[in-house]
């Protein structure tokens, strides 16, 4: 278990006040203005995806407009972070992988449900919902799928939505990258002016706070143990 896991509210905020002390006032203050922007109202799914650069994109610009969640199956390809194009995007965003089961895919958006989020695939047929026209009222997981063959068919028979994004010219589809960079912008830019509830909870805000200014900290699981222990946490 994660020592976060085993804290309360109060304790984390008190944690977090003793790890700040270790930072500059004007990396706090970075912190504390960006995750105002944050939300996991939308989340990305990227299944067996196998060029590292199209994957890391995806990072990149999820971090650049405030996407904290990216879920990644990999059924047959491992996914590499490539640091020339994530630029260290990766320590911002939360990077859940699904490598472990025969059925990475089923075990990812059956755990995605659980969490309230209705599953959107995208595709290309004529029949689906328009990028512009999903409902961003309801909590998102778009999938996109392998460079070459797309979505797998448990993918697509797990969605609860068919979305596709309009083009208008003769290549049938756009790179992975592009994709969804097109509907991670599309969506929040619409969420950010609605009146949808989409900021991250108070306690969600102080975990991925904790975790980011860890991340400044040289030696940090050392030193959070420490601070745990003087505060009385933990034993």
């Not at 972070?81 to 990812?108: F, H, M």
Request: with cysteine; hydrophobic share 35%; charged share 25%.
């Amino acid at each position: 278990m994660n020592i976060l896991e085993q804290l309360n509210i109060e304790q984390k905020r008190i944690y977090y006040t003793e790890l700040t002390k270790l930072c500059t006032e004007n990396r706090i203050h970075l912190f504390e203005k960006i995750i105002e922007q944050r939300t996991k109202h939308q989340t990305i799914v990227i299944e067996n995806i196998y060029q590292s650069h199209n994957a890391s994109a995806v990072l990149r610009t999820a971090d650049c407009l405030g996407i904290q969640d990216i879920h990644v199956i990999e059924n047959n390809n491992q996914y590499e972070i490539n640091p020339d194009v994530a630029l260290g995007s990766s320590k911002w965003i939360d990077l859940y992988r699904y490598n472990r089961e025969a059925n990475n895919t089923k075990q990812c958006l059956s755990t995605l449900k659980g969490k309230g989020y209705k599953i959107v695939a995208t595709l290309p047929s004529e029949k689906n919902v328009m990028l512009e026209d999903i409902n961003i009222n309801e909590k998102l997981a778009v999938v996109f799928g392998n460079e070459l063959k797309g979505l797998s068919d448990i993918a697509i028979g797990e969605a609860d939505i068919y979305m596709k994004i309009p083009m208008y010219g003769f290549t049938e589809s756009f790179n992975i990258s592009v994709s969804a960079a097109i509907t991670m912008y599309s969506l929040s830019n619409r969420l950010r002016k609605s009146n949808v509830d989409w900021q991250l909870s108070d306690e969600e805000k102080l975990d991925t706070l904790i975790k980011w200014v860890k991340h400044t900290i040289k030696y940090n699981d050392k030193v959070e143990k420490e601070i745990l222990l003087r505060l009385g946490f933990i034993k």
